[in-house]
């Protein structure tokens, strides 16, 4: 497999309430975690879409995945919203 780039896929932003203490803003949060085919050696996604075809023009660059024999591609943090599709081109 070429060198992949995680890539998040992000929830519409939501509004958070605010309160005498913190500012409003807004949060964001990640539906699914996808990959991406990279340049060897860039830090970015070289193409318009990830592994499993969705179009990242509105997703938000994670990192490169871990380098580690056995670790997997994606942050443990996010394994309940990995992609099965981007999870299957790479495992095969």
Known sequence: MSEIVVVYELDKSVATHSSPDTPSGEERHIRKVHAAPATPGAPTPTGPRTLC???????ETARKPSEHPGAPWYPAEYASVVCPDCDAVIET
């Open 53 to 59: 075809g969705r179009d990242i023009f509105a997703m």
